[in-house]
């Protein structure tokens, strides 16, 4: 069951359209979904919206954007999760994924925080690398050395559109998430569009008499 979402970011209008900011993205975009309202709270370094879920739903559901800058997200994420005991198991981190193109996402649990800083933070603070992720493609410059550059630069428009159509997928099962049925929610997430069919190759001539 999932108790608190994490989407990673950049504050600032400066970085508002950034590759980097594709999780405060998802989280805006979930925000609406559940009509809530993200609003600053000093003791948690961020912005944080509380959904009521019955008892029975797993209770509060927190949606938290760090304003902490990248590099200092577990700032944010740890003290939230401390206070209202939350394990890292319910914790879902949604996060813009240099592995994978445009139009791709994963959501897995655990693993490496793979040179994302925003993960080594959380990974730090929290003591645990067992927390959700939903990993968001961006793509990738092919030039480590462009990382940098290349994660704080505007996506051009049809790879905007690309991860926000798979901000708008995986928030079909975001219910699914929720409640903690992750393979459920992994085989729609991760399922291929069915192939076309190959069209059917035409009958063969007839063969000729031989008269």
Same mark, same amino acid.
């Given at each position: 069951?999932?108790?608190?979402?994490?989407? =990673?970011?950049?504050?600032?209008?400066? &970085? %508002?359209?950034?590759?980097?900011?594709?999780?405060?993205?998802?989280?805006? *975009?979930?925000? +609406?979904?559940?009509?809530?309202?993200?609003?600053?709270?000093?003791? &948690?370094?961020?912005?944080?919206?509380?959904?009521?879920?019955?008892?029975?739903?797993?209770?509060?559901?927190?949606?938290?954007?760090? !304003?902490?800058?990248? /590099? =200092?997200?577990?700032?944010?994420?740890?003290? @939230?999760?401390?206070?209202?005991?939350?394990?890292?198991?319910?914790?879902?981190?949604?996060?813009?994924?240099?592995?994978?193109?445009?139009?791709?996402?994963? =959501? $897995?649990?655990?693993?490496? *925080?793979?040179?994302? /800083?925003?993960?080594?933070?959380?990974? #730090?603070?929290?003591? #645990? #690398?067992?927390?959700?992720?939903?990993? =968001?493609?961006?793509?990738?410059?092919?030039? +480590?050395? %462009?990382?940098? /550059?290349?994660?704080?630069?505007?996506?051009?428009?049809? %790879?905007?559109?690309?991860?926000?159509?798979?901000?708008? %997928?995986?928030?079909?099962?975001?219910?699914?998430? @929720? #409640?903690?049925?992750?393979?459920? *929610?992994? !085989? $729609? @997430?991760?399922?291929?569009?069915?192939?076309?069919?190959?069209?059917?190759?035409?009958?063969?001539?007839?063969?000729?008499?031989?008269?």
């Amino acid at each position: 069951m999932i108790r608190m979402i994490v989407g =990673l970011g950049n504050p600032g209008v400066e &970085y %508002e359209a950034t590759r980097h900011n594709a999780g405060f993205w998802w989280v805006d *975009a979930a925000a +609406r979904q559940l009509k809530a309202s993200l609003v600053p709270d000093r003791a &948690y370094h961020g912005l944080v919206a509380r959904v009521n879920r019955p008892p029975d739903q797993g209770g509060p559901l927190w949606l938290l954007e760090p !304003m902490t800058y990248m /590099n =200092l997200s577990g700032k944010s994420v740890a003290p @939230l999760a401390r206070f209202f005991k939350i394990a890292p198991s319910e914790i879902l981190v949604v996060h813009d994924e240099l592995d994978l193109p445009p139009g791709q996402m994963k =959501l $897995k649990q655990g693993g490496s *925080a793979a040179g994302h /800083n925003g993960l080594k933070d959380i990974h #730090a603070q929290l003591g #645990a #690398a067992d927390y959700w992720r939903l990993r =968001l493609g961006i793509g990738h410059p092919g030039i +480590r050395a %462009e990382v940098v /550059n290349y994660v704080l630069r505007k996506p051009p428009a049809d %790879e905007r559109d690309a991860i926000e159509r798979n901000i708008e %997928e995986s928030l079909k099962v975001l219910d699914l998430m @929720l #409640a903690g049925e992750m393979e459920r *929610a992994m !085989m $729609k @997430l991760h399922a291929k569009p069915a192939r076309p069919k190959p069209p059917r190759p035409p009958d063969p001539p007839p063969a000729a008499d031989a008269g």
